[in-house]
């Protein structure tokens, strides 16, 4: 049984910053390719960083600079930072697990049908 967890979701002032947690139960994080993703409503849900298990790491030009994706091996956990937060920052945000064969390609392209398993979110919302 996999199960993905989030948290730290809040509400922040635009230029602010966060730090999401995602805690994996069932898979260990540095095995896998780990990801995490965003919707906001109205829009297709969007990949914001991307870890493979040869610690290449993935991100969308909207958030590069800004965002780091990393695994806290001892605690299982993989973790969003995020700097510099905009108002179009504001999404749900997801944790996601590869769990299929491991493809190199498949992790670091990061679109949603290359991922087995979800968290159920963690909302942030950016003001300006």
């Known amino acids: 049984q996999v199960t993905l967890v989030e948290s730290g979701g809040a509400s922040v002032q635009a230029g602010g910053s966060l730090a999401l947690s995602c805690v994996v139960s069932?898979?260990?994080?540095?095995?896998?390719?780990m990801a995490w993703f965003r919707q906001a409503p109205g829009k297709e849900r969007e990949g914001v960083g991307a870890i493979s298990t040869d610690g290449a790491t993935k991100y969308p030009d909207s958030v590069k600079g800004r965002f780091t994706i990393s695994q806290d091996t001892a605690n299982n956990t993989l973790n969003l930072r995020m700097n510099s937060l905009k108002p179009a920052d504001t999404a749900m945000y997801y944790c996601?697990?590869?769990?299929?064969?491991?493809?190199?390609?498949?992790?670091?392209?990061?679109?949603?049908?290359?991922?087995?398993?979800w968290g159920q979110g963690t909302q942030v919302i950016v003001s300006s």
């Open positions: 069932g898979v260990v994080v540095s095995r896998e390719c």
């Open positions: 996601a697990a590869r769990l299929s064969s491991f493809s190199r390609y498949a992790c670091l392209f990061v679109r949603r049908p290359a991922f087995d398993s």
